[in-house]
């Protein structure tokens, strides 16, 4: 036999090959290693799993029948899986699932293990593959998805013993959901679905070395406060952290407390409502000129649950150029990794603040509540002045920001939005109210085409058993959704009430854009001519409402706002199958604000020829001028996109 090579060989059980068996036999019921692995999801409190069967994993699905404990649901390709998998969990808060084969069904969850590692979603994905003896010889359908998955997994195991299998699965949820939660992979060799094994619960965890920090230990939290103290342009920085902490309540308690401006980065959308005056909305590439503004001119830049990611930040070292920094982060690795922080806070979000709140109204009672009115009367003036709007299309066709903002207008306040990924995901972004938490579901950090449709079925079977459903609705962009779209007969078979708006302006929106305003409108490998109308009727491939009611969901179109109002209607009223509208927007439209990639969040670009924040320094010392590359690209954007106006 072939050894395995190193990654292939890693794996957390112990080395002990007696354990369990010289000495102590054991005690529980006999099954099988696959038995095994669907009575640990059980106890473990699983109520759902997705997956694709195949070859390596077949004895583990022969072990589901109807008397299992959990919903298992069949989707249409293992990206779709780990895809639902991502949208159950920021819906619900609890651990995705899923279950799939070896080789290429393995290989298949790479991207939605990446995506789920990017933004923190814990995750546990247990994937089959080839007998011991078979590992390193190339067998079929053989892949060492360990070692492939290994930089962007939280943990990986192989489970080569049917006897390991409930204390490993025991470790990948504990691991998955404490901490920094994440994916994790179990890979379970076909020999330890098939051994006999003795069951029993609970398990014990073998982890030595993983004690995540939840609480801030030391002279941090009074430094912090001080900070507060002294601090006359405060700004809270909100990062997917703290949606994953839940803490809405402390997050808001804070707000209370210090009474200053918050802006949420993409994946904390809805951590507090948008109706409270506090909220600056989005800041970054396609962020508010207040919330942008906000951060540039801060003195005092609270980083909570945030990583500092270049979509926010733009040109790191002009990003917030003379604000002391405070960070909190449950992930160690996060502190000073790009922004140097002045008090560095290791913990949970929740506990943290539940901390440090306290700290706060003591320092306040010592050195006073400062003045933050002069620093309000600046931001609301930014955020006056240039609110987030849009240009109507000169071809009569749909404007595909009112078309978001008329959806959000009209939905049910406990709405869950799923997005996919593109111009239509910063509309969605910008234009819908959020009100409530786990109420926006999208790929943030990978930024994964294709994640949407899976991930709204994910977010609606989690919640469906719910006292009270949300009702879900997912806006995508015609070329992200033909990423997944076979997905429509997961979600018609199921008669899940998804409501789907795609946005269709028969292009990929934001690369165009981005070869509008960088590449001199070269729109090369772009057009999609999926939307294209003539004079003779409606043509383009696919035709998206054809398309649906192929999967026998309801398939609606609209050119105009009457169209659309009515169509939006009829969705919402419909409760036994999804609904795809078919809206034809604008082609050219474009996102704004914007700031160039790499440049200076300075340069923040308004709309065509305005950029509101240029050449407006924060109070601070004379610094000796130097290059600014970035205000130079950001120029160029702005005469690239007034030139195309005209």
């Known amino acids: 036999m072939s050894l395995p090579t190193p990654l292939q060989a890693f794996s957390s059980v112990p080395k002990d090959e007696g354990r369990g068996q010289a000495g102590i036999t054991p005690q529980g019921e006999p099954m099988t290693g696959a038995q095994a692995l669907i009575r640990s999801l059980e106890d473990l409190g699983v109520t759902d799993v997705f997956g ?3 070859g390596a994993i077949l004895p583990t699905y022969d072990a589901i029948d109807d008397s299992v404990g959990f919903r298992f649901t069949l989707v249409r390709h293992e990206q779709a899986a780990g895809h639902a998998a991502e949208g159950y969990a920021v819906s619900t808060g609890r651990v995705g699932v899923c279950l799939v084969t070896s080789g290429p069904g393995a290989t298949n969850m790479v991207t939605p293990i990446a995506d789920a590692m990017m933004d923190s979603v814990p995750m546990v994905v247990v994937t089959g593959q080839v007998g011991v003896a078979s590992i390193g ?60 094994m003795v069951y029993s619960w609970p398990q014990e965890m073998i982890l030595p070395g993983y004690n995540p920090v939840t609480k801030a230990h030391g002279h941090v939290l009074t430094d912090a406060a001080k900070l507060f103290a002294q601090s006359h342009r405060p700004v809270l920085y909100l990062g997917g952290g703290a949606m994953r902490s839940n803490a809405r309540q402390q997050v808001e308690k804070l707000v209370q407390v210090t009474g200053a401006p918050v802006v949420t980065t993409l994946p904390a959308r809805g951590i507090i409502p948008d109706s409270d005056k506090a909220v600056l909305g989005m800041p970054g590439m396609h962020g508010t ?21 270049d979509r926010v930040t733009g040109s790191l070292e002009d990003f917030a150029p003379v604000a002391r920094v405070i960070h909190i982060d449950i992930d160690p690795a996060e502190i000073g990794k790009n922004r140097h922080a002045d008090v560095p806070i290791v913990g949970d979000v929740g506990q943290v603040l539940d901390d440090l709140i306290p700290a706060i109204e003591e320092a ?26 849009w240009e109507e299309a000169p071809d009569g066709s749909l404007a595909p920001q009112w078309v978001v903002k008329t959806l959000s207008d009209k939905a049910d306040p406990a709405t869950i939005w799923v997005s ?60 992200s959704f033909q990423m997944t779209s076979e997905e429509l007969a997961t979600a018609g078979q199921m008669g899940l009430p998804i409501k789907i708006a795609i946005l269709n302006n028969s292009v990929y929106g934001m690369v165009r854009q981005w070869q509008t305003l960088f590449y001199g409108s070269h729109y090369s490998q772009t057009n999609l001519h999926d939307g294209d109308a003539e004079e003779t009727g409606i043509t383009g491939i696919p035709d998206f409402v054809k398309l649906a009611e192929a999967y026998g969901c309801l398939g609606l179109r609209a050119f105009t706002e009457e169209e659309a109002r009515e169509a939006i209607d009829q969705a919402n009223q419909v409760n036994d199958r999804p609904v795809l509208i078919d809206f034809r927007v604008w082609k050219d439209a474009m996102v704004w604000p914007m700031v160039p990639a790499g440049a200076s969040n300075d340069t923040i670009i308004y ?30 954007a702005s005469d690239a996109a007034g030139h195309m106006k005209k």
């Open 420 to 479: 996919g990924v593109g111009q239509h995901q910063m509309w969605a972004s910008q234009f819908v109210d959020f009100e409530q938490t786990r109420s926006w579901v999208s790929s943030s950090g990978l930024g994964t085409m294709g994640y949407g449709l899976p991930a709204a079925i994910g977010a609606a079977i989690g919640t469906q058993d719910d006292e009270a459903p949300r009702p879900v609705w997912l806006i995508d962009g015609d070329g």
């Open 289 to 309: 000129v207040a919330a942008n503004g906000a951060i540039q001119h801060s003195d005092l830049l609270v980083a909570i649950g945030a990583r500092f990611d």
């Open 52 to 54: 694709v069967p195949g």
């Open 137 to 196: 010889t190339d067998a079929f359908q053989e892949a060492d998805i360990v070692g492939i998955t290994y930089p962007v997994a939280k943990h990986s195991y192989l489970v080569t013993k049917a006897q390991d299998i409930p204390r490993v699965m025991t470790e990948a949820f504990h691991i998955a959901q404490s901490g920094r939660p994440g994916p994790v992979l179990v890979d379970l060799t076909k020999t330890a679905q098939n051994e006999q």
């Open 364 to 389: 306040q009672k010592t050195w006073g509540r400062p003045d933050l009115k002069p620093w309000w009367h600046l931001v609301d003036s930014w955020r006056h002045d240039y609110p987030t709007t």
């Open 607 to 636: 709309k065509p020829g305005i950029q509101p924040l240029a050449g407006i320094r924060p109070e601070q010392e004379e610094q000796e001028p130097r290059e600014q590359t970035g205000a130079d690209r950001a120029a160029m």
